[in-house]
């Protein structure tokens, strides 16, 4: 058997490694060890439970208000003795959080093999996104295979010296669970959901959270949104609200008392999906909703001053606004009121995958450990098909 470990704290890391370890849990060959660190821990749970995945190793790690270090010391030092204890074959982590880092590291101080899934993401500015671009690139550095979503992040990878066989462009698993979990005529648990005219009315569907844009940045995004739902008589903004204080107490400030804008707790990933699926457009500062919006056909304003994933920007499918508030009133009010601009970008062909890329990982760590004589078949996401 081919003893795999895979490591993740977070709700997005749980969200697109939910296909892998399904996938993994169905091979013969395969013993699959899911180890969370919970990061997060309530909106983890939710993914766990959405996807019926149990934890072999559960760190619960998550504590308020700890700092950068304590959260990447603790996994650290955690993640030893499992890895001591289970001698896995390769370890798969995701994307760039503490938890992805630190879970690296430990691999590497055990000499066992990583497996990077959604490498080769750069901005290539160190502090920008804060910490993800650093724990994605020194992730990089320890890691053996690099599943790449896309053609640019391969190349970003080459760049950086990796050899090309260790490369694998597969797409994004995100868009395997997305397509997993969107529904026709999904009725929400969030009974303020289902009473939203999605007919009548444009519907924003808006997230700000990032380290990044505290303070003054999500001051003017929020202040943006008011003036754009005050002069649109018919667009409503749903934001639900993240947990981190700071962006309660500023959205309860600036848009708490405002006419057609819904306040509403973070939403379970399946309620999430499918109001993402039946709103008009987002606005966001997350990097996974650029990948996964577009698959539904939704145009996607960025609240951020770099983007990790440029292939959407040069899709169309997304625009990189910032966070200056009369940008994102322009911008975001060009799509309300300007069909022929809308539909451009609601049509622009999504680069991030096919919902396999859970299959070609699968496939890509079967052929390195000489399971199967046949490597994976690559995804183009410049022609949507097989290289």
């Given at each position: 058997?081919?003893?795999?470990?895979?490591?993740?704290?977070?709700?997005?890391e749980?969200?697109?490694?939910?296909?892998?370890i399904?996938?993994?849990?169905?091979?013969?060959q395969?013993?699959?060890?899911?180890?969370v660190?919970?990061q997060?821990?309530?909106?983890?749970?939710?993914?766990l439970?959405?996807f019926?995945?149990?934890p072999v190793?559960?760190?619960?790690?998550?504590?308020p208000?700890?700092s950068?270090?304590?959260?990447t010391v603790g996994?650290?030092?955690?993640?030893?003795?499992?890895?001591?204890?289970?001698?896995?074959?390769?370890?798969?982590?995701?994307?760039?959080?503490?938890?992805t880092?630190?879970?690296?590291?430990?691999?590497?101080?055990?000499?066992?093999?990583?497996?990077?899934v959604?490498?080769?993401?750069?901005?290539?500015?160190?502090?920008?996104p804060?910490?993800?671009?650093?724990?994605?690139?020194?992730?990089?550095?320890?890691?053996?295979?690099?599943?790449?979503?896309?053609l640019?992040?391969?190349?970003?990878?080459?760049?950086?010296g990796v050899?090309?066989?260790?490369?694998?462009?597969?797409?994004?698993?995100?868009?395997?669970?997305?397509?997993?979990?969107v529904?026709?005529?999904y009725?929400?648990?969030?009974?303020?959901?289902?009473?939203?005219?999605?007919?009548?009315?444009?519907?924003?569907?808006?997230?700000?959270?990032?380290?990044?844009n505290l303070?003054e940045?999500?001051r003017?995004?929020f202040?943006?949104?008011?003036?754009?739902?005050?002069?649109?008589p018919?667009?409503?903004?749903?934001?639900?609200?993240?947990?981190?204080?700071?962006?309660?107490?500023?959205?309860?400030?600036?848009?708490?008392e405002?006419?057609?804008?819904?306040?509403v707790?973070?939403?379970?990933?399946?309620?999430?999906?499918?109001l993402?699926d039946?709103?008009?457009?987002?606005?966001?500062?997350s990097?996974?909703?650029?990948?996964?919006?577009?698959?539904?056909?939704?145009?996607?304003?960025?609240?951020?001053d770099?983007t990790?994933?440029?292939?959407?920007?040069?899709?169309g499918t997304v625009?990189?606004?910032?966070?200056n508030?009369?940008?994102?009133?322009e911008?975001?009010?060009?799509?309300?009121?300007?069909?022929?601009?809308?539909?451009?970008?609601?049509e622009?062909v999504?680069?991030y995958?096919?919902?396999?890329?859970a299959?070609r990982?699968?496939?890509?760590?079967?052929f390195?450990f000489?399971?199967?004589?046949?490597?994976?078949?690559?995804?183009?996401?410049?022609?949507?098909?097989?290289?």
């Open positions: 058997m081919l003893k795999i470990m895979l490591v993740f704290g977070t709700r997005p749980a969200i697109k490694m939910a296909p892998l399904k996938a993994l849990e169905k091979h013969e395969i013993k699959a060890i899911t180890t660190t919970a997060h821990r309530e909106m983890l749970d939710q993914v439970t959405r019926g995945i149990k190793y559960d760190l619960n790690l998550m504590k208000g700890q950068l270090t304590e959260i996994v650290l030092s955690k993640i030893e003795s499992i890895v001591s204890q289970e001698k896995p074959d390769l370890i798969l982590v995701h994307g760039d959080t503490a938890t880092f630190a879970s690296s590291l430990a691999a590497f101080y055990h000499q066992i093999p990583v497996g990077h959604e490498a080769g993401l750069r901005t290539d500015n160190k502090y920008s804060f910490p993800e671009e650093m724990n994605r690139k020194l992730t990089g550095c320890l890691s053996d295979l690099h599943f790449a979503p896309t640019t992040a391969k190349q970003a990878l080459l760049k950086e050899p090309s066989e260790r490369i694998v462009v597969t797409g994004n698993t995100v868009i395997d669970a997305l397509l997993q979990t529904k026709p005529n009725t929400f648990k969030n009974e303020a959901l289902n009473q939203l005219d999605f007919v009548d009315k444009k519907i924003i569907l808006l997230t700000a959270h990032r380290r990044e303070g940045p999500l003017d995004i202040l943006a949104v008011r003036e754009i739902v005050e002069s649109n018919d667009t409503e903004v749903v934001l639900p609200v993240h947990l981190n204080p700071v962006v309660q107490k500023l959205a309860r400030e600036i848009l708490g405002t006419e057609r804008v819904k306040l707790a973070p939403l379970e990933y399946e309620e999430f999906v499918n993402m039946r709103c008009y457009l987002v606005l966001t500062d990097g996974g909703l650029q990948e996964e919006a577009p698959s539904l056909g939704k145009p996607v304003l960025v609240l951020r770099t990790e994933r440029p292939e959407a920007i040069a899709a625009k990189l606004i910032g966070t508030r009369a940008t994102i009133i911008e975001t009010t060009m799509l309300l009121i300007n069909p022929r601009e809308y539909q451009r970008m609601s622009a999504n680069p995958g096919d919902g396999k890329a299959e990982i699968l496939q890509a760590i079967l390195h000489r399971l199967s004589p046949l490597p994976a078949q690559e995804y183009d996401n410049e022609s949507g098909s097989l290289r």
